[in-house]
């Protein structure tokens, strides 16, 4: 059983690397709050994505629905993760679905927090070959 475990930690952290590496391009947003509404980014030339999570607030006892609309991309992955600032949540990527050219959805959750307010972002991973977009929505929760 430890071993087990110990290969379920030992994979998290491999994973963990492994984007962090493939990463092509970062791009931080600053201007849109993912948390009250659509944001869309721009990327580079004629490319650009639009993110929203719902439900409005980004609660932490729902399950949230995440939805990734893709403008002059030949995308072959995309997935979204969160990662809490105050304290180190590093969640496992949530893989979106295509479910027509373009548009890619799925599921997600946040963790409970102790903390009254807690700092996140939310970061959608874009693969497009051997490009990786990786672009971080800053949001806040706070403890209802």
């Known amino acids: 059983m430890a071993v087990l475990v110990g290969l379920f930690i030992f994979s998290g952290y491999l994973y963990q690397w492994k984007s962090k590496q493939s990463v092509t391009h970062n791009i931080q947003v600053s201007k849109c709050q993912i948390s009250e509404s659509i944001c869309i980014v721009s990327l580079d030339n004629d490319k650009?994505?639009?993110?929203d999570i719902t439900p409005r607030g980004i609660p932490t006892t729902q399950a949230l629905a995440l939805s990734v609309l893709t403008h002059g991309l030949n995308v072959d992955e995309a997935s979204v993760s969160f990662e809490g600032i105050e304290i180190d949540h590093h969640l496992p990527p949530y893989t979106l679905n295509k479910v027509e050219t373009g548009k890619y959805v799925g599921k997600?959750?946040?963790s409970l927090c102790?903390?009254?307010t807690m700092h996140w972002l939310a970061h959608v991973s874009i693969q497009e070959g051997d490009v990786v977009w990786r672009i971080s929505f800053p949001f806040v929760t706070h403890k209802r």
């Open 114 to 116: 102790v903390l009254d």
């Open 48 to 51: 650009s994505i639009e993110f």
């Open 108 to 110: 997600g959750f946040i």
